[in-house]
């Protein structure tokens, strides 16, 4: 073997047996991308959608995410779809392949309506549901639609309510969706 193949072997070797925090690179070598996140958005995530969405009410609690469900999946930063974060969503309609939805959060946005309405960001109290494991009251994002796989859908946590439901698509109508 070459001198270069043996540095090489040696070097791989010598990275692989040290911890993940430790490993260190070249000067001028450019950063690794670190691995995606089990659930990430695939590569080709189209970006959120922008337009009126066809809302449509259709839960099963079968495994498969429908319409109308609060589910749990990666949802992609809005400044860097490559980023994101593990969160429950609404489930509000399809949009090709895609299941259209609308992030939730625990964060209580009345003390800071004005401020997030100066930033385009609209929430709606949705109250509790099994989707939060210690029953905190939640906020959905009426503003903003994102595109979600349904092969990277890890659980169902509830069905939201009919009437629940046709408040949060009203208001998502109102703010352009």
Same mark, same amino acid.
Request: net charge positive; charged share 30%; proline share 9%.
């Given at each position: 073997?070459?001198?270069? %193949?043996? %540095?090489?072997?040696?070097?791989?070797?010598?990275?692989?047996?040290?911890?993940?925090?430790a490993? %260190?690179?070249?000067?001028? $070598?450019?950063?690794?991308? #670190?691995?995606?996140? /089990?659930?990430? /958005?695939? +590569?080709?995530?189209?970006?959120?959608? *922008?337009?009126?969405?066809?809302? +449509?009410?259709?839960?099963?609690?079968?495994? #498969?995410?429908?319409?109308?469900?609060?589910?749990?999946?990666?949802?992609?930063?809005? +400044?860097?779809? &490559?980023?994101?974060?593990?969160?429950?969503?609404? @489930?509000?309609?399809? *949009?090709?392949?895609?299941?259209?939805?609308?992030?939730? %959060?625990?964060?209580?946005?009345?003390?800071?309506?004005?401020? +997030? $309405? !100066?930033?385009?960001?609209?929430?709606? *109290?949705?109250? &509790?549901? !099994?989707?939060?494991?210690?029953?905190?009251? &939640?906020?959905?994002? @009426?503003?903003?639609?994102?595109?979600?796989?349904?092969?990277?859908?890890?659980?169902?946590?509830?069905? @939201?309510?009919?009437?629940?439901f046709?408040?949060?698509?009203?208001?998502?109508?109102?703010?352009?969706?």
């Amino acid at each position: 073997m070459a001198t270069s %193949t043996w %540095t090489d072997l040696l070097r791989r070797l010598v990275g692989a047996l040290r911890p993940s925090g430790a490993r %260190t690179r070249r000067a001028g $070598a450019p950063p690794r991308p #670190s691995a995606p996140r /089990p659930g990430a /958005p695939a +590569e080709g995530y189209p970006g959120d959608y *922008d337009g009126v969405v066809a809302a +449509e009410y259709a839960p099963h609690l079968d495994g #498969s995410p429908d319409p109308g469900e609060v589910v749990w999946t990666w949802v992609p930063f809005e +400044e860097d779809f &490559s980023r994101g974060k593990d969160r429950p969503v609404l @489930l509000v309609g399809r *949009d090709g392949p895609w299941l259209l939805a609308l992030q939730l %959060t625990s964060k209580d946005h009345d003390r800071d309506a004005a401020q +997030e $309405a !100066r930033w385009g960001r609209h929430w709606m *109290d949705v109250g &509790s549901g !099994r989707w939060d494991s210690q029953g905190r009251p &939640s906020e959905v994002r @009426l503003d903003r639609v994102v595109r979600v796989d349904a092969a990277k859908v890890r659980r169902e946590g509830a069905v @939201l309510p009919r009437t629940t439901f046709d408040a949060v698509v009203g208001g998502m109508h109102r703010h352009g969706h």
